[in-house]
């Protein structure tokens, strides 16, 4: 391609910034997945049909006119492939998140055990609180002991064969009593990963119900085990967060100072790298190799839990990873796991910057490896940070480099958000429950998932934030969800004060907090279904998970761990929305399922709907529909009762003096 063309060509982020840096690398010749996305169409099977791949009289492909009525070779129709695939989806994604849980228990474990001397247990009253959980003796004993019987403990929910996943009893007992019913609860989470695996295999379960309802109980492992344990583990070993100030988007790299990304979702090695970057001895060795200083920022996930506990700057999510090197300005570019596109050590090949793998389960062709190992964890961040500083003098080639960025509020832990309804002593989720039943708020929508090169790249999450705070909606966002609002500003307090309805914006003034709460890393989610359990236990709304007015929406999900999500929303009762092509269009019998017959089983479901005006519309009718069932005051605009905003203005003084306040636990 000449270059005048290739400069004609324009980036389909939706990100002012990404745009500007990808169409520089546009007329440089450096491809990025939106140049991919351009290329790769998206293979129709899904929504037009379907595809089976599980063995090798196959694959066999159900398509045309007909497909609904074709049958592979073993007979397997399209309606049994389509469930079969999306349950192994919920599989993979249970697979993921379910492992990253289980290294944070191993991580506590091995802290507990005097192994791990460079981590320290952080939060002793959640700890506390996880064991009271656990129905673990914790009063009068020591500290490493009370963390080694939750480690052993969480690690049993990976394992265990019968029983159940030791924290689905936090969730309202009529959640629950649905579990049973149909026969979800699931017992462990690697029982369930192997069960969804064995059903779908040839010539197993070939009832899309049967199936469905499978990978809703591995799905359920996923929220209530794997991703609810990496939370509450991470809050334990690196501290519950609370509001803290940070910065986003591809404008927080610096010119003058050795700069170091670190992206993936386990943040036991970007903890310590936090550490490393204020050492004295880094600071001088970077100064001694010209730098002014480092400069850390995070990308995805790993982002996401060192924003909400340190401050770290953001660099965005899924779609900046490639932009965010072209910046020309990254020494160091570390990864752990997930999300991790391969793509960018070609890129990293055309500057001076090094990608760094850390996990054994993730090696890249080109990439150096440093093995992260937790019994050595600060040596190995310190070599990592070395690494970079090492590279700074041979940043030659010049990149396209932008220097607009937006401040941001993250860091609203479940713990945070009753805190900040009463203070210590009087935290509980009343004034929230009243200001939804007084249509103040209208009602909740998580907004979480990935940025999608096949979308106009973060647009969709923005469209959906504008319009739902307008409509009162409070937000609660994750994943790259957060970082696609906090890369325009939409964190921030002011963002309540200049676009959200009357209602909402009333309740943000109060306590001074955003419209959009950032809740942290994607595992986090789960702090939605802790948030949600508690305001069915406070009454006044729906006694349990389903029925609330409270939407799941995944606007440009990208990963199978967003399908496992999904899934374990629907099944705790709360309807989930997907943006896109739906994966199993073709088969009406299996899109039945996951919404009629999942809305009237569990309260939940899941939509794939791509057009992002009917996702607003199906978001607000969900909510509606749920206030009428619950009989509470039609929402209007502007009218609510008179109940008193009863938000704790001491919270507020804190956020503003970004003082730690004593979550009270
Ligand atoms: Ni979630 Fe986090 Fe982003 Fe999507 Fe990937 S980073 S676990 S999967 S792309 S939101
Ligand atoms: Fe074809 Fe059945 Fe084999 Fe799938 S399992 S590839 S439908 S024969």
Wanted: hydrophobic fraction near 40%.
């Amino acid at each position: 391609m000449a270059n005048e063309e290739k400069k004609g060509k324009k980036a389909h982020s939706d990100s002012t910034p990404a745009v500007s840096i990808l169409e520089w690398g546009i007329t440089q010749g450096i491809e990025s997945c939106f140049d991919r996305a351009d290329k790769m169409k998206p293979c129709p099977i899904g929504h037009v049909g379907a595809c089976c791949k599980m063995c090798h009289m196959g694959p066999c492909r159900l398509v045309g006119k007909n497909a609904d009525e074709m049958q592979g070779i073993c007979g397997a129709t399209l309606s049994t492939i389509a469930a079969r695939n999306i349950t192994r989806f919920a599989a993979a994604g249970t697979a993921a998140h379910g492992d990253h849980g289980r290294d944070m228990a191993f991580t506590l474990l091995a802290v507990a055990n005097g192994e791990a001397k460079d981590f320290q247990i952080k939060d002793v009253r959640k700890l506390y609180k996880v064991a009271g959980d656990l129905d673990i003796e914790f009063e009068g004993r020591p500290v490493n002991d009370v963390a080694r019987d939750v480690a052993t403990k969480l690690i049993e929910d990976f394992s265990r064969q019968k029983g159940e996943i030791n924290f689905l009893k936090r969730a309202p007992k009529k959640t629950q009593e649905r579990w049973k019913k149909w026969g979800i609860v699931p017992r462990g989470v690697d029982r369930e990963n192997t069960e969804s695996l064995d059903r779908t295999t040839m010539g197993m379960d070939a009832d899309p119900d049967s199936l469905l309802l499978q990978a809703l109980r591995n799905a359920l492992a996923n929220g209530w085990g794997g991703s609810m344990i990496s939370t509450e583990i991470t809050d334990i070993l690196f501290g519950t967060p609370f509001p803290i100030k940070a910065e986003a988007s591809l404008g927080i790299f610096k010119e003058d100072e050795v700069n170091i990304i670190v992206h993936g979702h386990e943040p036991s090695l970007a903890e310590m790298i936090v550490d490393v970057v204020s050492e004295p001895e880094m600071i001088a060795y970077a100064k001694s190799k010209g730098a002014k200083g480092i400069n850390l920022g995070g990308m995805c996930c790993t982002a996401n839990e060192v924003l909400m506990r340190h401050g770290i700057a953001t660099a965005g999510g899924f779609t900046n990873q490639e932009p965010a090197i072209m910046t020309g300005l990254i020494d160091a570019f570390t990864v752990d796991v997930q999300c991790i596109m391969p793509a960018i050590v070609d890129v990293a090949k055309k500057f001076h910057t090094k990608v760094i793998t850390t996990s054994d389960k993730v090696k890249i062709p080109g990439a150096l490896h440093i093995q992260f190992d937790e019994h050595h964890a600060k040596d190995i961040a310190r070599q990592v940070v070395k690494t970079a500083i090492d590279n700074y003098p041979n940043r030659t080639k010049k990149g396209s480099h932008v220097t607009e960025k937006f401040p941001l509020i993250g860091g609203f832990s479940h713990e945070y958000i009753e805190y900040m309804q009463g203070g210590r002593f009087r935290g509980s989720f009343r004034p929230l429950n009243d200001a939804i039943a007084a249509g103040r708020i209208r009602g909740v929508v998580g907004l979480a998932g990935c940025d999608n090169p096949r979308f106009p790249s973060t647009g969709v999450h923005k469209y959906l934030a504008k319009e739902l705070i307008k409509n009162d909606v409070l937000i609660v966002s994750t994943g790259c969800s957060s970082a696609a609002c906090g890369g325009v500003g939409y964190l921030t307090p002011e963002m309540a004060l200049e676009n959200a309805g009357p209602g909402l914006r009333e309740v943000c003034e109060a306590i001074g907090i955003p419209p959009i709460l950032h809740l942290g890393a994607c595992v986090d989610n789960t702090r939605i279904l802790t948030i949600a359990s508690a305001m069915a236990a406070e009454g006044g709304l729906s006694d349990e998970i389903g029925g609330m007015p409270a939407v799941g929406i995944a606007p440009e999900w990208i990963t199978e761990k967003a399908v496992s999500i999904g899934m374990y929303f629907a099944a705790s009762g709360v309807p989930c929305i997907f943006g896109g092509e739906s994966p199993v269009e073709a088969s009406k019998e299996v899109t039945r399922i996951l919404t009629e017959v999942w809305f009237e089983r569990f309260k939940g479901a899941l939509h794939f709907e791509p057009d992002p005006e009917k996702m607003l519309a199906l978001a607000l009718d969900y909510i509606d529909k749920a206030r009428a069932a619950l009989k509470l005051k039609k929402y209007e605009s502007g009218k609510f009762g008179t109940e008193r905003v009863l938000m704790d203005m001491a919270a507020r003084r804190e956020i503003e003096k970004g003082a730690k306040p004593h979550l009270g636990l």
